[in-house]
């Protein structure tokens, strides 16, 4: 999950997260159309404490053959307090903004999106999301500028 370029908008993140709480596994239950995700379901992110103290991401999904598909990044916090705001970098040079919009109070579900407004992803611990957080993180995500039409429903049921 990854932001690169476009129009960046200020947006608001979530400022006291406590990443020890943040890692563990995260199904993919919605996300924006993006070529590095094309075609994938069952999509997972897990994260991991690196022994440098940054962030070890390994996303994984099922392609359109049915085969698994994975990718390893690092994920790191630029100002330590600002928890909330990750930088991400899979291959580098490139890296980009992983910014966590929302998130509930259980660590049970989270929004993240770029401040390009062109990347955006709700995660949740579960394979299903509760209906009531799926409505609060859409009516962020359009009060932050997102164009919540343009969201894929990811299918879990590997």
């Known amino acids: 999950m990854i932001s690169c370029g476009g129009t960046e908008h200020k947006l608001p993140v979530v400022q006291n997260v406590d990443l020890q709480k943040y890692m563990g596994k995260w199904y993919e239950i919605g996300r924006f159309p993006n070529r590095f995700e094309r075609g994938l379901y069952c999509v997972t992110a897990t994260y991991s404490i690196r022994d440098d103290g940054n962030v070890k991401v390994l ?3 099922i392609n359109s053959e049915g085969k698994k598909s994975e990718s390893e990044g690092e994920a790191w916090a630029p ?3 600002q928890p909330g705001a990750l930088k991400v970098q899979f291959f580098w040079p490139f890296k980009g903004d992983y910014l966590i919009l929302d ?3 259980n660590y049970r579900a989270a929004l993240v ?3 390009d407004l062109d990347y ?3 995660l ?3 394979q299903n999301i509760e209906e009531d957080l799926r409505k609060r993180f859409l009516d ?3 009060e932050l500028g997102f164009d919540i039409g343009r969201i894929e429903w990811i299918r879990q049921n590997c």
């Open 124 to 126: 949740c611990r579960e």
């Open 59 to 61: 996303n994984a999904g």
């Open 103 to 105: 998130l509930d109070e």
């Open 120 to 122: 955006l992803w709700i």
């Open 79 to 81: 100002d330590p307090a």
């Open 113 to 115: 999106g770029s401040p």
């Open 140 to 142: 962020k995500a359009e």
